[in-house]
């Protein structure tokens, strides 16, 4: 690779830093800027419909300030923000922004597109980095911080003659990361001198990681330089703009929070130029998981997924944080079996903490249930499958079944490759275990008792032909006469080894489940499953099922 043409970013000089030191304990100011920064970045733009449908998205979920255009740059963003305007679609208490460069004509018409509204965030920007002035602007500072306090005194000016509009004033020096400190914070002063802001009108100051350059402690040293230097500090709201090209945007913003940033930029699910923009989604759910209001309605990702699809036409990838579809799913077996033992203990604990390996959030808090949490492929262990039948039919296996039955799946996935969705794995178990199909079923049977410790049994096997069997046996139980009575019937030879039963579901239609172990004269276990309202026909349906189990491994059905 060619090293020799790249150069490591130069440290911040911050021996005394704070930042490292600090917890984010509330949401910061959240500024989607879907509609503009997110929307440029789209290979076909959002048309006015699909700009509605995404405004209409934000505001339902709480946002209060929203970029939603730049209304010089094109007729059909000016006409979007006329529409929203005109027509009384902006929520009270929502502040539209609008970008625009630092230039005269652009600035004038921006003002033009947001004329009559109620409250303006009026962003305005030029580039201050190194690069920028050298090869593009070919301006020294004094050219550059001109551009910008002019922009500043013709911003003020034109809002001056807006009584009827709340304007917020907003100025970024764009490649604030490659900028200077020195000179971002000289360029600052000067628009702030222009615009004279106050404790009560405050003025945003937008630091832009335009493009990302360092690693995310280097914004950090930054923000906490320049929120030190910058004078009359509460009568600023320093923003972050972070870009996510070395994708670590998320954790830029959240350390330039600790840092003292108030305020974030970005897009919900982090479109935008190249690599895209801080992801809004993420960052709010970060701190929903540390125990901070995140300030945003996120109940139904789902919803919010395919409202940003629709409008984006970009797909949200599968492994997105706490969004993608299989974000939710472990196929891992180990990882299975934690998740299985964790949502077990949950249940048990009487405390509303959420602890469940593997599961950085409780999936329901963001709409989402847990029927995906665990999916079986050839990864899976028991301890998953084991999951998907108590979670989906209520079935509790014993460890030893879970082992048997996993062999038995496991078998399959490798033979066809492929993983097995709940249902499949519910017909496998079905014709494994339960036996719908088999050559014999247990049709009614009949205890009589001969003795204060002895009983007789009477059941009726049904043929797949039609026709019945009647088979009789005694012992001390009904599952003991009934073991008799295959004996005797079929000259079979195996040790009745464990039995496990509990109930399927509550009330009038639970059921009961129940589970068997035999041992063939070879050593060899197998089990068998029954379910029946009545618990002595489900213990006798799992006792004909591993014994069904056990004649045809011997060729005997």
């Avoid at 509609?35 to 709480?62: C, H, S, V, W, Y």
């Avoid at 409250?119 to 305005?124: A, D, P, R, S, T």
Wanted: net charge negative; proline share 5%; glycine share 6%.
């Amino acid at each position: 690779m060619p090293i020799h043409k790249y150069r490591a970013f130069a440290p911040i000089v911050l021996p005394d830093r704070q930042w490292p030191s600090r917890l984010i304990d509330k949401a910061p100011i959240w500024c989607s800027v879907d509609l503009r920064d997110g929307n440029q970045a789209l290979i076909e733009p959002m048309g006015i419909d699909r700009k509605n449908r995404m405004f209409d998205l934000l505001t339902g979920m709480g946002f209060k300030e929203i970029e939603v255009a730049f209304p010089a740059a094109s007729q059909t963003d000016f006409d979007f923000v006329r529409s929203i305007i005109d027509n009384g679609r902006i929520p009270d208490g929502v502040a539209i922004q609008v970008l625009t460069q630092c230039r005269s004509e652009l600035i004038e018409r921006t003002f033009a597109a947001v004329k009559g509204a109620k409250k303006v965030i009026l962003h305005f920007y030029n580039s201050t980095s190194t690069l920028q002035r050298e090869v593009v602007f070919r301006a020294d500072r004094a050219g550059v911080r001109a551009i910008a306090v002019a922009a500043a005194k013709q911003v003020k000016a034109l809002a001056d003659t807006a009584p009827e509009t709340e304007f917020i004033f907003e100025y970024s020096p764009e490649s604030f990361t490659g900028t200077e400190l020195d000179f971002a914070l000289d360029v600052c002063e000067a628009v702030k001198a222009e615009l004279r802001p106050t404790r009560q009108k405050r003025l945003i100051l937008n630091l832009p990681a335009t493009v990302e350059m360092a690693t995310p402690n280097t914004y950090a040293d930054q923000f906490e330089w320049f929120g030190r230097h910058i004078s009359d500090r509460d009568s600023v709201i320093l923003s972050v703009h972070p870009h996510n090209d070395r994708g670590t945007a998320v954790a830029a913003a959240e350390l330039a929070l600790m840092a003292g940033a108030d305020r974030v930029e970005g897009t919900l699910f982090g479109n935008g130029e190249r690599t895209g923009n801080v992801d809004i989604v993420t960052m709010a759910l970060n701190l929903f998981t540390q125990g901070v209001d995140p300030g945003l309605d996120l109940n139904d990702v789902n919803a919010i997924r395919e409202v940003a699809e629709f409008c984006t036409q970009l797909p949200v990838h599968q492994r997105h944080p706490y969004v993608g579809e299989l974000v939710y799913t472990a196929f891992s077996g180990s990882h299975q079996d934690a998740i299985k033992k964790g949502f077990e203990a949950q249940e048990k604990r009487n405390e509303p903490v959420f602890q469940v390996p593997y599961l950085p959030i409780d999936p329901k808090d963001v709409g989402r249930d847990y029927e995906a949490v665990i999916r079986i492929n050839s990864q899976s262990g028991k301890g998953g499958i084991a999951y998907v039948l108590k979670a989906d039919h209520g079935l509790d296996l014993p460890r030893n079944l879970q082992v048997e039955f996993s062999k038995v799946a496991q078998e399959l996935m490798d033979r066809e490759g492929k993983e097995l969705t709940s249902p499949e794995l519910w017909g496998l178990f079905q014709h494994a275990y339960l036996l719908a199909d088999a050559p014999l079923t247990l049709i009614k049977q009949q205890m009589i008792p001969t003795s204060p410790d002895n009983r007789e049994l009477a059941a009726t096997l049904r043929r797949p032909d039609g026709s019945t069997l009647t088979i009789q046996g005694e012992g001390n139980g009904p599952i003991d006469a009934f073991v008799d009575a295959l004996k005797r019937a079929f000259a079979i030879d195996f040790s009745f080894l464990d039995y496990h039963e509990h109930a399927v579901g509550r009330g009038a239609n639970a059921t009961a489940a129940c589970y068997v172990e035999i041992q063939d004269s070879e050593g060899r276990l197998l089990h068998g499953v029954g379910i029946d309202p009545s618990i002595v026909m489900a213990s006798l349906k799992a006792t004909l099922s591993a014994v069904q189990r056990l004649m045809a491994r011997q060729g005997k059905l």
